[in-house]
């Protein structure tokens, strides 16, 4: 079994491995749509300037940038894991699931896992530890944050496609005043994650018993679904 590092909350990252795989999420706070998650393993013969953490970069930047992550990067994966899923296993749980399956589909086994935030997927295929602010920290998570970003961006804008009267194009599926209006106006689609508070209230259902509606002692705010922050959170 692959030893895991519950938190590591040192600067500069003390790891030598060439095949290091930055993974990162994108998607926990809307109330549509899957969560993102991507792996990356950066060349270091190849290097890319500019890389950070893609809440911090424009949009512009940040397609700019995946180009050229996806070009020189020795490695690079993205998956998701479904509003279903969401629903079914809750946010935290689907979003350590879509980290997981973005390591499994790297065309390469990485040496070492390293994680944004403080907690790890389980069944990783190598060491792993998981760092707070790694993706301002360390460049293969901030790719991985990036091509996370771009991925479910676009998807969105699919989903506006699919359903105009929602304007995931502009909003990203995040709970802003616009959002909810129309979700109370229309109802939810079936993207929309029926597990979080504001979808439940749209369709006129009970609350949730508070055993099924509570966090996990240390999920933190994973499992909040109340609206989230504006688009490019």
């Given at each position: 079994?692959?030893?895991?590092?519950?938190l590591?909350?040192?600067?500069?990252?003390?790891?030598?491995?060439?095949?290091?795989?930055?993974?990162?999420?994108?998607?926990?706070?809307?109330?549509a749509?899957?969560v993102?998650?991507?792996?990356?393993?950066?060349?270091?013969?190849?290097?890319?300037e500019?890389l950070?953490?893609?809440?911090?970069?424009?949009?512009?930047?940040?397609?700019?940038?995946?180009?050229?992550?996806?070009?020189?990067?020795?490695?690079w994966?993205?998956a998701?894991?479904?509003?279903?899923?969401?629903?079914?296993?809750?946010i935290?749980?689907?979003?350590?699931?879509?980290?997981?399956?973005?390591?499994?589909?790297?065309?390469?086994?990485?040496?070492h896992?390293?994680?944004?935030?403080?907690?790890?997927?389980?069944?990783?295929?190598?060491?792993a530890?998981?760092?707070?602010?790694?993706?301002?920290?360390?460049?293969?998570?901030?790719?991985?944050?990036?091509?996370?970003?771009?991925?479910?961006?676009a998807?969105?804008?699919?989903?506006?496609?699919?359903?105009?009267?929602?304007?995931?194009?502009?909003?990203?599926?995040?709970?802003?005043?616009?959002?909810?209006?129309?979700?109370?106006?229309?109802?939810?689609?079936?993207?929309?994650?029926?597990?979080?508070r504001?979808?439940?209230?749209?369709?006129g259902a009970?609350?949730?018993?508070?055993?099924?509606?509570?966090p996990?002692?240390?999920s933190?705010p994973?499992?909040d679904s109340?609206?989230g922050?504006?688009?490019?959170?």
């Amino acid at each position: 079994m692959a030893h895991e590092t519950d938190l590591l909350d040192l600067d500069p990252y003390p790891c030598a491995a060439e095949w290091l795989a930055g993974v990162d999420e994108a998607g926990r706070g809307p109330l549509a749509g899957p969560v993102f998650a991507a792996a990356v393993i950066l060349d270091p013969a190849h290097g890319i300037e500019g890389l950070a953490d893609s809440k911090k970069l424009s949009p512009g930047r940040r397609t700019q940038l995946a180009g050229e992550i996806r070009f020189k990067a020795l490695a690079w994966a993205v998956a998701s894991a479904s509003a279903l899923e969401i629903d079914r296993i809750n946010i935290l749980q689907a979003t350590l699931l879509a980290m997981l399956r973005a390591v499994h589909a790297l065309s390469r086994v990485p040496e070492h896992v390293l994680v944004d935030g403080n907690r790890l997927p389980r069944g990783l295929p190598c060491p792993a530890a998981c760092l707070i602010g790694g993706d301002a920290r360390v460049p293969a998570i901030s790719a991985a944050s990036i091509l996370a970003k771009t991925a479910r961006d676009a998807y969105c804008q699919v989903l506006h496609e699919q359903y105009p009267e929602y304007g995931f194009d502009a909003h990203k599926g995040y709970g802003t005043a616009r959002h909810l209006a129309s979700l109370l106006r229309h109802g939810p689609c079936p993207e929309h994650r029926r597990s979080f508070r504001p979808v439940r209230e749209a369709m006129g259902a009970p609350s949730l018993a508070r055993s099924m509606s509570e966090p996990e002692p240390d999920s933190g705010p994973e499992r909040d679904s109340t609206p989230g922050p504006e688009p490019g959170a």
